[in-house]
């Protein structure tokens, strides 16, 4: 969060230059351009990270048309995506990211609706093989971690509504086998809730040489630590084989094969959800390909596609042209907004889950945010071989 309070003076400029921009039609706006430029300059360079740029642009980025945003964005194609919606308690997710509602969620439809065409994986694979994408504005949805919530909720309204969507599969967590290390985490910061279970966690963490809140400690444990999760969890009584068998949060093969003759694709999104960056290539390789073929072979899906966990950072071109160059993926995803990539059949997706902001306001401030990158010239990214 660092620079934020610095650029937040800056923020009020800012602001009457874009209600001039609303006011006004485009030969005025030609007319603030260079002051507009001067003053993003400042504001992007200040503000160290994506989420608080869009948190301070929120405010006015909502009052802005989402069409005049996407035309000086340039962006006529967007890749929005969730993990999951719901209306009960997720003990394994609402500790960790925020998880819309089914009202929040159907919102976010009827606006995605009004702005944008829905279009199916096919026709944006056959188009981008072609070279020649509609001149229709178009969102192409998707959903990550192949989660029940996709099965019981998710897919009955988008199946309503008429939206094809893409589910991304850990194909160790299919049929509800293993447990995403991050839901181990969501589970035990559930778990402290509960009478005793804190001082417990606190001397176990201890013991381990970890000093301080034990919530805080277990948000920054990494996927090689996840022995340290299951340790922790036998001390607390706390089973997540259980957790797996009576809650079952993953779709089963059943359930996926269901909606594949429904519409819906599959693709697969690593074998158990590691940060790529704290992998080696040879284990970034592993994880992206095996999964891949475990999807394929299960599900024997239209298209070939990957989305690559939390993250594709520290992801390097070689991997990109490897997985092209052998046949391993036709399309790969990843979640970095609005941004253009230096691998060519790489695309970037828009995370439509923020605490508390709706599907519009996130559009705007990812389409704002694109706007000021590209006239800064930082909105393409450039991986290292």
């Known amino acids: 969060m660092e620079g934020v309070g610095k650029s937040a003076n800056l923020v009020p400029s800012y602001l009457e230059m874009t209600k001039s921009i609303l006011k006004s039609n485009l030969p005025t706006f030609r007319t603030l351009y260079p002051i507009i430029i001067a003053d993003l300059r400042h504001v992007l360079a200040m503000v160290s990270f994506k989420n608080s ?18 035309n000086i964005a340039g962006q006529r194609f967007i890749l929005p995506f969730y993990h999951a919606v719901s209306d009960a308690h997720l003990p394994h997710i609402d500790q960790l990211y925020p998880v819309k509602s089914v009202k929040e969620f159907t919102r976010d439809l009827d606006f995605l609706f009004t702005y944008y065409e829905p279009i199916d994986l096919a026709t944006f694979v056959e188009s981008k093989r072609a070279g020649r994408l509609s001149q229709k504005p178009q969102f192409l949805l998707s959903f990550d971690d192949g989660l029940r919530s996709f099965y019981d909720t998710v897919a009955p309204i988008l199946t309503e509504k008429g939206v094809p969507a893409i589910c991304f599969l850990n194909s160790s967590f299919v049929d509800n086998k293993d447990l995403f290390f991050r839901y181990k985490t969501g589970l035990l910061i559930d778990s402290l809730l509960r009478d005793n279970q804190r001082k417990l966690a606190t001397e176990f963490l201890s013991s381990l040489g970890f000093h301080g809140e034990p919530e805080t400690i277990l948000r920054k444990l990494k996927y090689h630590e996840t022995p340290l999760l299951d340790g922790l969890a036998t001390e607390l009584e706390l089973d997540f084989a259980a957790f797996l068998r009576t809650e079952k949060p993953y779709m089963t093969s ?3 094969r269901s909606l594949q003759n429904k519409g819906f694709d599959f693709g697969a999104h690593s074998i158990d959800h590691p940060l790529y960056s704290d992998l080696s290539a040879e284990a970034q390789w592993h994880q992206t ?25 520290g992801v390097s071109q070689t991997l990109f042209e490897r997985l092209q160059r052998e046949k391993k993926v036709d399309l790969t995803f990843g979640c970095a907004g609005l941004k253009s990539d230096s691998a060519p059949r790489h695309h970037q997706r828009i995370a439509f889950e923020r605490a508390r902001i709706s ?9 704002l945010y694109c706007f000021g990158q590209r006239l800064i010239g930082k909105n393409t990214i450039k991986r290292s071989l």
């Open 53 to 70: 740029f869009i948190g301070l642009t929120r405010p006015f980025a909502r009052m802005l048309s989402p069409s005049f945003l996407r």
């Open 254 to 256: 059943e359930q996926i």
């Open 289 to 313: 390909t095996a999964s891949m073929d475990a999807v394929t072979e299960a599900f024997h899906p239209r298209y070939k596609t990957f989305s690559f966990p939390f993250t594709d950072f």
């Open 359 to 367: 599907g519009r306001e996130i559009h705007n401030a990812e389409m």
